[in-house]
């Protein structure tokens, strides 16, 4: 019989945000609140067999052991993150059964909202219970750092101050009572690289204020 696990993989959006300078590795600090919506997208994965010899370790962009649907037809391997994901975690653990992957894709594409980040984060905690790898949460955080700067987050979830490239990450307690967002989908993507240079030209042209984090959230410790 083969074994399954469905896993939700939700959306965040940023309550704060605070642009720093440009490092040297290209990326900039950012300082932001993160907070997970019930909203997201649907993974399913479905092992199809038993483990399969010499599968192509350290290709991360997928392989002949997995095949994914649901991320869109015009997306490469290389871009796409589940598929990124199993292929870092078939190198970490050597885990080798191939592998049908379902994608529901309920968050719009260049959203904003770190979909494709929790898709990734989620794909490394359900092949963590799939393969019953018990791998720590600091092993599948060095795994979701390679995939991008906001996987790490979307480990945990919840509400956290995120600082550096994505990689500190402060749990938060949140609102206790429930607190609705609306979301609005303009019908079109937004390349963070671009949000990112017209949101420094736009800080560069106002004075700099001082900053003070929403009072709805307050540090677990």
Do not use: Q
């Amino acid at each position: 019989m083969s074994r399954s696990c469905v896993i939700h993989a939700p959306c965040k959006i940023n309550v704060h945000l605070e642009v720093g300078e440009r490092r040297n590795d290209g990326y900039h600090n950012l300082r932001s609140i993160f907070l997970c919506l019930e909203f997201g997208d649907l993974l399913e994965f479905r092992e199809l067999g038993p483990p399969t010899e010499g599968f192509p370790l350290g290709e991360a962009g997928g392989n002949d052991l997995e095949t994914v649907t649901g991320m869109g037809e015009d997306l490469p391997p290389e871009r796409n993150i589940v598929t990124k994901a199993v292929s870092l975690f078939r190198e970490k653990t050597g885990y080798a059964k191939p592998l049908s992957i379902k994608l529901e894709k309920r968050a719009p594409l260049g959203g904003g909202l770190g979909g494709g980040s929790s898709d990734g984060a989620s794909a490394l905690i359900a092949l963590n219970a799939l393969a019953e790898a018990d791998l720590s949460r600091e092993d599948l955080a060095v795994m979701a750092e390679k995939l991008g700067s906001d996987v790490p987050f979307f480990l945990a979830g919840g509400a956290a101050l995120v600082e550096g490239r994505g990689e500190r990450i402060r749990p938060l307690e949140g609102p206790r009572a429930p607190l609705w967002v609306v979301l609005v989908n303009p019908g079109f993507p937004a390349e963070p690289g671009r949000l990112l240079r017209n949101w420094m030209l736009f800080a560069k042209e106002r004075r700099k204020a001082p900053v003070v984090l929403p009072v709805l959230f307050r540090t677990t410790s």
